[in-house]
Structures are given as structure tokens and as C-alpha cells.
């Protein structure tokens, strides 16, 4: 989905939802849906706050738990480290690095969840399943073998 395609459907959830599309809801939405690299909520706030001077942290913090709700971006988290925000909503997997905390999508063919039950034994409804790896980025690796020698 290109970042028009985007926009126009962050606008249709918005009136589906009942939510008006305001000025700085729409800036953090196309800040995190034209860049790829799950920026954190910091990150965000910067590149925002580029285009409109003023915006409070708290806003973009706000705002960004808003999207997540409203089913148009997802919090990747992991333990230690910062959450980082997808406007990609749809299930996908995620690769963590260890070292630069960067958090990368990947692919894989006929990904098999395995023996995931829809329901489990105490009556637990399964709706999704996040699927994260961890590991060391191709950058961190070559950091990693240059130090080595
Ligand atoms: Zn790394
Ligand atoms: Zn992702």
C-alpha cells in the first residue's frame, strides 16, 4: 500500500470510527506510514514537530496509542527496550536486534504457527499471534566481526 492509499484509508477509519482528522492526528499517522524502519514514539515526535512546531510530546504519544486502537498501526515491543509502532497492521513477523534495538520485517513462505489452538484449555479466544526473532542486524554483525579482527 502506497502512502496515498494510506492516507485516504486512515481518513475512512477515522469517520467509520467517529474520530474527526485532526491536524496532528493526520501529521503523526503520515510520519509513521511514509518510513518502514518501526520509528519509536521519540523518533516520531521529531519528525513531526519538524512540520508542526508546537505539537507536544504528549500529543504524539496520544496520538500514536490512538492509532493503535483504532486498528491502524501496531506497537512492536520487546523486554529492555523501547516500543516501536508498524503502520503496517496486518499480522506480519518481526526481527529484533539485540544490539541496535532495530526492529526489521521479514517474510517467510508457508509460515506455519504450528499447533496455536483458536481457543485454549481455560477458555483463553486467541485473535492474533505476534511472531518476534531475535538476533544480530547484517550492520551489527559486520560492527561485531570488525572488532573481532
Ligand atoms: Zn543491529
Ligand atoms: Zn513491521
Redesign the pocket.
Known amino acids: 500500500m502506497d502512502l496515498q492509499e494510506r492516507m485516504k484509508r486512515f481518513e475512512e477509519t477515522c469517520r467509520r470510527q467517529g474520530l474527526p482528522v485532526t491536524v496532528q492526528r493526520r501529521a503523526v499517522y503520515e510520519a509513521l506510514a511514509s518510513r518502514k524502519d518501526?520509528p519509536t514514539a521519540d523518533e516520531l515526535y521529531d519528525a513531526v514537530s519538524r512540520r508542526l512546531p508546537g505539537i507536544s510530546r504528549t500529543t504524539v504519544y496520544r496520538v500514536l496509542e490512538t492509532l493503535v486502537k483504532m486498528g491502524l498501526a501496531i506497537k512492536?515491543d520487546h523486554p529492555g527496550a523501547r516500543s516501536r509502532f508498524?503502520a503496517?497492521a496486518t499480522d506480519?513477523p518481526?526481527a529484533v536486534c539485540l544490539a541496535c534495538e532495530r526492529?526489521f520485517?521479514f517474510e517467510v513462505r508457508d509460515f506455519d504457527l504450528g499447533d496455536i489452538p483458536e481457543q485454549l484449555p481455560d477458555g483463553f479466544q486467541v485473535t492474533g499471534v505476534t511472531v518476534v526473532v531475535h538476533g544480530y542486524c547484517p550492520f551489527c554483525r559486520a560492527a561485531l566481526e570488525k572488532n573481532r579482527g
Request: hydrophobic content about 25%; glycine content about 0%.
Open positions: 518501526h512492536v508498524d503496517n506480519h518481526h526492529v520485517d
